[in-house]
């Protein structure tokens, strides 16, 4: 009976991959074409990085800012203002997301742009051309699940982190999923199922805000640009066939230094049960909750979230 429905649903997965097209999506252009002229790109690693300081004070303590899954580094925008007097702010496109670089990686190529390890040698790279040797990394969602990759592989490059609804119990498909992604006969279905995040946009990004009625048009727009950008689609389902659990989990317990969680209560997307089992199994960690906000405090709630945040790095000395 098993084999039975496990063949029915295979042939239901076939079915529907014919029925998804591999041609390019028409209309889009070029990241040239897309970038104004004041977005500035920086090569790590062999790929072309759109990157920001946010016209923060250069000596000052630094701080690496990484943004979530479908966002870039101008969900920061809000938040950056009120640390620009006191730290030196960067922030990066990760690639697959914002103005930064969609390589296609071929089947059986290594590595992998998009593989986990990949992705740490990037933040890792990033800090080096800047030269950059310890900052504190603001890491929101999947980049808060990045930030403690960064803090347990290269404890000597992290001074505390500070994780912004993060998720670390689950970040990406799960396990039997990614294993399916990676076969070519869920690549078309896989593709058609990435492309239906452009046919209503807005419902994704609403879901990260507690009021979605006051997020700013601006920042709608600078959401919606990525999805102008050729190869956006099969950039994102290379990135998303990639995804692995990172195994971090079960070494929470190393981290040592000083962490500060953040959670909107009203979170949709990450459940504030997780950051509060995230608090109790780190050795040295801060919760906060903030009502009336969603996914993304720093966007939706900039000013609590500034004044925690600062609070936090003058109680470690960090200034």
């Not at 670089?101 to 992705?119: H, K, M, N, T, V």
Request: glycine share 6%; hydrophobic share 40%.
């Amino acid at each position: 009976m098993k084999r039975t429905m496990w063949l029915l649903l295979l042939l239901c997965v076939l079915l529907l991959s014919g029925c998804a097209s591999l041609a390019d999506l028409p209309g889009l252009s070029p990241v040239e074409d897309i970038a104004s002229p004041d977005d500035r790109f920086v090569e790590i690693g062999s790929y072309s990085m759109h990157y920001s300081s946010y016209d923060s004070s250069a000596d000052a303590p630094p701080i690496l800012f990484l943004h979530g899954f479908m966002s870039h580094l101008h969900s920061w925008d809000y938040l950056a203002p009120a640390l620009a007097d006191q730290y030196s702010l960067y922030g990066y496109d990760r690639l697959a997301f914002g103005l930064s670089e969609r390589p296609l990686p071929e089947r059986g190529a290594a590595p992998d742009p998009y593989a986990r390890s990949q992705i740490l040698l990037r933040a890792i790279g990033f800090l080096d051309h800047f030269g950059i040797e310890k900052a504190v990394i603001i890491g929101n969602s999947a980049g808060g699940n990045l930030a403690v990759q960064m803090a347990l592989e290269h404890p000597d490059r992290v001074e505390a982190l500070i994780l912004i609804d993060p998720a670390i119990y689950r970040n990406g498909p799960p396990g039997f999923v990614s294993a399916l992604l990676k076969l070519r006969i869920f690549d078309r279905i896989g593709l058609k199922t990435t492309r239906k995040l452009a046919q209503d946009p807005l419902e994704l990004f609403e879901d990260a805000w507690y009021d979605p009625e006051k997020i700013p048009d601006e920042l709608l727009d600078q959401y919606l640009q990525p999805l102008q950008i050729e190869n956006w689609d099969r950039a994102l389902y290379a990135y998303t066939k990639a995804s692995s659990d990172p195994g971090i989990i079960k070494r929470l317990q190393e981290l040592q230094l000083p962490v500060l969680i953040i959670h909107g209560e009203q979170d949709s997307i990450v459940p504030l049960k997780q950051s509060r089992q995230l608090d109790e199994e780190l050795p040295s960690s801060r919760l906060e909750v903030f009502d009336d906000c969603g996914h993304v405090p720093h966007e939706e709630c900039p000013q609590q979230s500034a004044r925690v945040i600062l609070e936090f790095l003058s109680s470690i000395g960090y200034e």
